[in-house]
């Protein structure tokens, strides 16, 4: 075979008038085998295929069968007359001399160069006898055969990579096998089956199946029998759809990953025991092939001394995770669904063998009975039964494979790759290293679509079609099975937003992999002692008495800053994201509304692009959901669920910053922030806008939380841990230093409890995991449209609580107003604010002290400065994504994770809040209440 140039390829010259014995010819490895051969080594004399009569077809029909699948359509029509190089030869492995007429015998013996052996029993669960028989006495008796060959220049075994799936780390060796082939095959001559079944599992030892133990003798009796014989041994992995040749995607059974395809994309696989981290070696059918006819040719030419491994293996050059298989197979199903689900494709490999054994009985064995009980009542033939025990015996085998991983050597295969002509290189490409795993998935998927379940591409309308109407009236994966087996990154944990974040997953998704945490060096106090001193904070309390303490092992501080060039994250830190997290939670952000212009954009704006960069990197993310703010665009009076176009491009600002200096930076940032009121708000609105840009790469949810107050239920009424917003407001009116505010007592006070804001990020990252959408899930978690309190009822009941609850030490009587004009209240700042401030320092003075009334009245007037541009305006927030997030959840997941602000009382939630404040930001014990009440009637 040439090319264009006229290159001969070294392999198909060599082949060129050799005659071969394919054994396993109908089998899925041994079709593209056949098919390769006649291609690409087009001068071949013969090739004889061993075939046995089945079904009462002679082995005529059978060939004739054979040559109809797919992958012969192009020989058939370009190349016809080289099938009539194929010759079956009647025969069967599991018989003496391989059932060979005498005949046949001297004509294999004395025209073969060539044998591949590829006959085995591939079934895992087969019994001990019949492995025996096919896969070491079936070797046995090619063995036999090849000493007879006076023309034999090549023997390869096809073997399995998993061989010697007992150890970790396989060389390519012949191990000593696990025990003596001939005993071994002589016990099963004699020994009843029963009695043969009970011994079974004491005999295969550490492996997993019958399959794995004699593939392991078969390779030792290619050791000891093969004497002189130019034997060579190739071990694949798992074996997958064709990368490229004969058709991309081509696929003829339902073994190992295309079962799982076919069941999740059909919707009636919903669970799996399987290790998402862990590599799963899969090898595409033409790499295995391309690899055998190389290793045929170099065993032929090379001559080597001893038998020759070859691990034909992914793993160890270019691996793909069971994480990665599992959300870029998602990917595409729904990209390209089968007809006819039954079920919305979704589920998730559990970590688990409990959480997985539950949903089993759950997802597949209670609907599949239900299904069957009303095909029944139809008149219908019920079938989901048998097929969901057929499924879980399937799954049952490939679980070895998804919770263990190995480490395969390579060097042989590495080193053929050398020998071979640029051309070969070229013609019988097995190099690994090329494969773009995510396309290869999609062909994959498609592949299997086609080749397995015969479903034409013009069926792709009808078939969207119906998988949208199964995910408009089908309960997706629930919330916790969705984040099971899952790993999450999340930024700002140590904050308010993100300490209940934290608390939340561990405790209702207690089958998270792993929780990284994105935390900087503060105060002397590196990343793990940070991270400790956190679980000392109450918010964690009912986490360790539902969890234990073993739950915060999920939790791995990882060292960064979103302020620092790559977040400040090591290579090897970076590496271990990328590979690893399915789920980011990004909500660091300078809060502060009165920092300046580069501040904030160094950690609002370029922190989010450094977080988004990330994510990008990232090989099998879900789900990204950014935190925002309900008013990144507060110069809007109604704010839509939709991104807005800044006025300032997010890349024109940043490079800005870059460079001006900061005296003339500060100058210009009025003109830059417009209508806006801060920093704080300009810095969030060019972030979304950024945010939007990377949107179409990976699915994202932009949450625009309102004001976050305590917590309304979870994990602790009234908890808060910061004096931002109207917690400091209640502090100051609780210690009396507070007697006006600048405020429109009609507005309405667009609070939302902690706890509710967290539920909805959590809903969020599920809800983007299964639509996938192409543009950012925006959010407003807001509550006034659904259950308004406005400003003056917030201080009116807040009063109340306070008189019955009152804060230690308070300075002046709880009093005070708020005013509508802003005269009167600057008026009642003097009189009320600055005049008593300035008295009590020069008391204060009299009697030695250090003044602080007038600093404390300072600080307090900036808060309420910022406070008050939000006390005087009203918006309205359209929020109908937000009131849709319970759709499609399961009942407990309602329950979990609640939304509905309508379920919250005011007047008690409030009580709690003061309760909290006082308890969790000011460290007053309840016991100090009594004395706290006598002090105010006093």
């Not at 075939?51 to 077809?57: A, F, H, I, Q, V």
């Not at 009970?198 to 050791?223: D, S």
């Not at 807005?644 to 800005?656: C, E, F, K, R, V």
């Not at 659904?786 to 009822?793: K, L």
Request: proline share 6%; net charge neutral; hydrophobic share 40%.
């Amino acid at each position: 075979m040439a090319d264009s140039s006229g290159n001969i390829s070294p392999i198909a010259e060599w082949f060129k008038g050799r005659s071969l014995l394919v054994t396993g010819a109908s089998g899925f490895m041994g079709k593209v085998l056949v098919e390769k051969l006649l291609r690409s080594c087009p001068d071949i004399a013969t090739i004889y295929l061993l075939m046995r009569p089945k079904r009462g077809n002679d082995v005529r029909t059978r060939l004739e069968e054979l040559l109809n699948a797919t992958i012969f359509d192009w020989l058939r029509k370009e190349r016809p007359e080289a099938l009539k190089k194929l010759v079956p030869v009647c025969g069967d492995i599991s018989l003496n001399e391989l059932g060979l007429s005498q005949a046949d015998q001297k004509i294999l013996t004395e025209s073969v160069s060539v044998v591949f052996h590829s006959a085995a029993t591939v079934k895992f669960d087969d019994a001990l006898k019949v492995s025996v028989g096919m896969n070491i006495v079936g070797t046995k008796r090619i063995v036999q055969l090849c000493h007879k060959m006076v023309k034999l220049e090549a023997l390869v075994h096809v073997s399995t990579a998993y061989s010697n799936c007992d150890r970790q780390d396989v060389s390519e060796l012949v191990y000593p096998p696990p025990a003596d082939p001939e005993k071994i095959i002589h016990c099963v001559d004699w020994m009843e089956d029963e009695l043969l079944e009970t011994i079974t599992p004491k005999l295969i030892g550490n492996r997993p199946n019958t399959y794995t133990f004699t593939k392991a003798l078969a390779e030792q009796v290619l050791m000891e029998q093969s004497g002189n014989l130019p034997v060579a041994i190739v071990r694949p992995s798992i074996v997958t759809a064709a990368w490229k040749e004969p058709i991309p995607g081509w696929v003829d059974n339902l073994n190992g990953p295309t079962g799982l395809l076919a069941g999740a994309g059909k919707g009636i696989l919903r669970t799996i025991l399987c290790y998402r981290d862990m590599v799963a070696d899969l090898v595409p059918v033409d790499v295995a092939i391309n690899l055998l006819i190389s290793v045929a040719w170099h065993t032929a030419t090379a001559r080597p001394n001893n038998i020759l491994v070859y691990n034909c293996t992914s793993g160890n050059l270019n691996p793909i995770r069971w994480g990665d298989i599992e959300d870029i197979g998602h990917e595409h199903i729904v990209k390209n669904p089968f007809s006819d689900v039954l079920w919305y494709p979704g589920g998730s490999f559990k970590s688990s063998r409990v959480v997985n054994n539950i949903c089993v009985m759950v997802l597949h064995v209670i609907p599949a009975y239900v299904f069957d009980i009303f095909a029944r009542l139809s008149g219908k033939k019920p079938i989901m039964v048998r097929v969901q025990k057929k499924l879980q015996q399937a799954a049952k085998c490939l679980e070895f494979f998804t919770t263990h991983e190995f480490k395969f050597t390579n060097d042989n295969v590495t080193r053929l790759m050398t020998h071979l002509h640029p051309l070969d290189r070229k013609i019988f490409n097995f190099n690994v290293l090329e494969i773009d795993w995510k396309p290869y998935l999609g062909q994959y998927v498609l592949g299997t679509r086609r080749f397995i379940l015969k479903e034409d591409p013009s069926t792709f309308p009808a078939a969207r079609s119906h998988l949208r109407k199964r995910s408009l009236n089908e309960i997706t994966p629930g919330i916790q099975e969705f984040f099971a087996g899952r790993t999450v990154f999340i930024t700002g944990g140590t904050g308010f937003l993100g300490a209940v974040l934290l608390e939340k997953l561990l405790r209702a998704c207690p089958e998270i992999t792993t929780v990284y945490l994105l935390v900087r060096p503060k105060r002397l106090h590196d990343v793990h002692n940070r991270v400790s001193t956190l679980f000392d904070s109450p918010v964690y309390d009912k986490l360790k008495e539902l969890r234990g303490e073993n739950i915060f092992q999920k939790l791995v501080a990882v060292a960064g800053d979103v302020a620092e060039d790559n977040l400040g994250l090591s290579p090897a830190d970076r590496n271990l994201l990328t590979q690893n997290v399915s789920i980011v939670f990004h909500s660091a952000a300078t809060l502060d509304f009165n920092v300046d212009l580069k501040s904030a954009i160094s950690i609002n704006l370029l922190g989010t692009q450094r977080v988004v960069q990330l994510c990008k990197d990232i090989s099998h993310l879900k789900a990204f959901v950014h935190v925002s703010t309900a008013y990144c665009q507060c110069d809007k009076p109604v704010l839509e669920e939709i991104t807005y176009p800044s006025q300032t491009g997010p890349d024109n600002i940043l490079q800005l910053v870059e460079w001006m200096d900061d005296e003339v930076l500060d100058l210009i940032t009025p003109k830059l922030l417009g209508n806006l009121p801060n920093t704080y708000a300009y810095s969030k609105n060019l972030t979304e806008q950024l945010v939007t840009n990377y949107g179409s790469k990976f699915p994202t949810a932009i949450a625009r939380p309102s004001i976050v107050t305590g917590t309304w239920k979870d994990p602790i009424p009234g908890w808060v841990e910061n004096l931002n917003g109207p917690t400091g407001l209640l502090v100051g009116a609780g210690k009396g230093v507070i007697r006006s505010m600048h405020c429109r007592a009609e507005y309405d006070a667009d609070i939302l409890p902690c706890d509710m804001a967290i539920n909805a990020l959590i809903i969020l990252a599920w809800k983007v995991a299964s639509l996938r959408p192409k543009q950012p899930l925006v959010c407003n978690l807001t509550v006034s449209g659904e259950n308004p309190i406005t400003w003056g009822h917030v201080l009116d009941v807040g009063r109340k609580h306070l008189y019955e609850n009152p804060l230690s030490d308070a300075i002046w009587f709880p009093d005070g107003s708020i005013k509508s004009s802003w005269l009167l209240h600057t008026l009642c700042v003097i009189f009320f604010h600055f005049l008593p401030a300035y008295l009590i320092d020069f008391v204060v003075t009299l009697f030695g002290k250090k003044p602080f009334m007038v600093k404390i009245q300072r600080r307090i007037q900036g808060g309420l400065d910022v406070l008050q541009y939000y006390t005087t305006k009203e918006w309205v927030f359209r929020n109908d994504v937000y009131k849709s997030l319970s759709e499609s959840m399961t009942e407990r997941d309602r329950e979990t994770f609640y939304t509905d602000v309508k379920m919250v009382n005011w007047d008690g939630y409030i009580k709690q809040f003061v309760l909290g404040t006082r308890h969790y930001c000011l460290k007053e014990d309840p016991a100090t209440l009594p004395e706290a009440r006598r002090r105010i009637k006093w």
